[in-house]
C-alpha cells in the first residue's frame, strides 16, 4: 500500500521535473520546484513507513523548512532583479 | 478495529495519492502560469493531508504522530504563503492572468 502512494508520488515529481523543463517562464520552473519539495517531504514520510525507519521523518521536517526558505529567497532574487531592470526600461525580456 | 483503521488509513492514502497524481498530471498540462499553479496546490493541500493523515493513522499514538502533526502544519503554513509569493513575483513581473482561451489551449499543446 505504501509502496502504490510512493509510485504515485515519484511519478508526480517526474512530472512536475518535465513542467520545471519546458517551462516557459522562471516562474513556471519556481513553481515546479516549489511542487518537487513538497512531494519530496510526503515521500519521506511515506519511506519512513515503507521501510520502517522512523528516523526518516526529522528528515522530512528539516526539508520542509528549507524548501519554502529556498523558494522565497529565490522569489526574492527574481523580483528585485525585475524591480532593477524595471528602472532601466526593460520590463519585458527578463520574464521569459 | 485494527482491521478499521488499517482499511481508513488505506482509503485515505490511496486517495490522497489519486490527488497528488491528478495535480501532477494538472501541473503538466494546465495551459498558463496562473492555472498551472492552481493545479498544484491541489497536492499541496489535499494531497499533503490526505497521506499525512493516512500515514497518522497507522502510525497510532507515538512521537512519531507528533512529528507528522509537525510536518503538517509547516505545510500547511508554508505552501500557500510560497505560492502567495509566486503570484506575487509573476504579477510584478508582467505576467497577466487570463481567462483560458482557444489560443492558450493551442499554445500548450
Same mark, same amino acid.
Given at each position: 500500500?505504501?509502496?502504490?502512494?510512493?509510485?504515485?508520488?515519484?511519478? &508526480?515529481?517526474?512530472?512536475? *521535473?518535465?513542467?520545471?523543463? !519546458?517551462?516557459? &517562464?522562471?516562474?513556471?520552473?519556481?513553481?515546479?520546484?516549489?511542487?518537487?519539495?513538497?512531494?519530496?517531504?510526503? +515521500?519521506?514520510?511515506? $519511506?519512513?513507513?515503507?521501510?520502517?525507519?522512523?528516523?526518516?521523518?526529522?528528515?522530512?521536517?528539516? %526539508?520542509?523548512? !528549507?524548501?519554502?526558505?529556498?523558494?522565497?529567497?529565490? *522569489?526574492?532574487?527574481?523580483?528585485?532583479?525585475?524591480?532593477?531592470?524595471?528602472?532601466?526600461?526593460?520590463?519585458?525580456?527578463?520574464?521569459? | 478495529?485494527?482491521?478499521?483503521?488499517?482499511? *481508513?488509513?488505506?482509503?485515505?492514502? @490511496?486517495?490522497?495519492?489519486?490527488?497528488?497524481?491528478?495535480?501532477?498530471?494538472?501541473?503538466?498540462?494546465?495551459?498558463?502560469? %496562473? @492555472?498551472?499553479?492552481?493545479?498544484?496546490?491541489? @497536492?499541496? &493541500?489535499?494531497?499533503?493531508?490526505?497521506? $499525512?493523515?493516512?500515514?497518522?493513522?497507522?502510525?497510532?499514538?507515538?512521537?512519531?504522530?507528533? #512529528?507528522?502533526?509537525?510536518?503538517?502544519?509547516?505545510? +500547511?503554513? &508554508?505552501?500557500?504563503?510560497?505560492? %502567495?509569493?509566486?503570484?506575487?513575483?509573476?504579477?510584478?513581473?508582467?505576467? #497577466?492572468?487570463?481567462?483560458?482561451?482557444?489560443?492558450?489551449?493551442?499554445?500548450?499543446?
Amino acid at each position: 500500500m505504501y509502496f502504490a502512494v510512493a509510485m504515485a508520488l515519484v511519478v &508526480t515529481m517526474a512530472l512536475a *521535473l518535465a513542467r520545471a523543463v !519546458i517551462g516557459p &517562464t522562471v516562474y513556471d520552473r519556481v513553481l515546479s520546484v516549489n511542487m518537487f519539495g513538497t512531494k519530496t517531504v510526503l +515521500l519521506l514520510a511515506v $519511506i519512513a513507513f515503507l521501510y520502517g525507519r522512523p528516523d526518516f521523518l526529522d528528515l522530512a521536517l528539516a %526539508y520542509a523548512l !528549507i524548501n519554502f526558505i529556498g523558494v522565497l529567497a529565490v *522569489l526574492e532574487f527574481f523580483r528585485s532583479r525585475a524591480r532593477h531592470s524595471e528602472q532601466e526600461q526593460e520590463p519585458e525580456d527578463l520574464a521569459r | 478495529m485494527k482491521l478499521a483503521l488499517d482499511i *481508513l488509513s488505506w482509503v485515505l492514502l @490511496t486517495a490522497g495519492g489519486a490527488f497528488v497524481l491528478v495535480g501532477g498530471i494538472g501541473a503538466l498540462r494546465m495551459p498558463n502560469l %496562473y @492555472t498551472r499553479m492552481h493545479a498544484a496546490s491541489v @497536492t499541496d &493541500t489535499m494531497g499533503a493531508v490526505l497521506v $499525512i493523515a493516512g500515514v497518522m493513522i497507522q502510525a497510532g499514538l507515538s512521537l512519531v504522530t507528533l #512529528k507528522l502533526a509537525a510536518i503538517l502544519m509547516f505545510l +500547511l503554513i &508554508t505552501s500557500p504563503t510560497a505560492s %502567495y509569493a509566486l503570484a506575487n513575483a509573476a504579477l510584478l513581473a508582467g505576467i #497577466k492572468p487570463s481567462a483560458g482561451s482557444a489560443a492558450d489551449l493551442e499554445d500548450a499543446s
